[in-house]
């Protein structure tokens, strides 16, 4: 699917130069100096394996879909994970009592949200033995996920990514 395409500018560059006279933390989760980029290199894993899933539908290799999404559901449940650990711990600590915090609070629930959505979405399609009856109504459902994924993504590199500091 070509909708994610753009997401992967020099807008990486900029994040990984991008240094801050602020002093380390001293409670909670320590800084991790490679962590956004990680987050990113995550990032373009996911969309390599939404395009794979998206080739899959369309050539109907319903064997090699149903292996495509165990990949998908294992490295994004992976993600997922390390920004509630690492990324949120964090920043919810670093910016505790600044007007950062409600921000990152609502991107912190809106992460889980659709956590549980794209599980669920996922979850479901891993005991259905696809045929061409299943395949319309996956279509949909894939391409609402990969519209609420795109925008998801480029709202963390763009705007929370942005927010981690040392």
């Not at 395409?5 to 801050?20: E, M, R, V």
């Not at 409600?102 to 991107?107: G, S």
């Not at 979850?123 to 459902?141: A, G, S, V």
């Amino acid at each position: 699917m070509g909708f994610f395409g753009k997401l992967f500018g020099s807008s990486n560059d900029t994040l990984a130069k991008k240094k801050t006279s602020q002093t380390p933390q001293k409670d909670g989760i320590p800084y991790n100096e490679g962590l956004i980029l990680q987050l990113i290199s995550d990032h373009k894993k996911l969309v390599e394996e939404f395009t794979k899933i998206s080739k899959a539908t369309q050539s109907k290799k319903y064997k090699t879909l149903k292996q495509y999404l165990k990949a998908f559901k294992v490295n994004f449940e992976i993600h997922n994970y390390s920004e509630k650990i690492q990324l949120y711990t964090y920043l919810k600590n670093y910016y505790k009592n600044t007007e950062n915090i409600d921000f990152i609070e609502d991107m912190a629930k809106s992460a889980e949200e659709i956590y549980k959505d794209v599980f669920a979405f996922l979850k479901k399609y891993e005991t259905i033995e696809f045929n061409d009856q299943y395949l319309e109504l996956f279509k949909r459902e894939f391409e609402a996920i990969g519209k609420i994924l795109q925008s998801r993504i480029e709202i963390e590199e763009s705007e929370l990514y942005t927010l981690y500091k040392k």
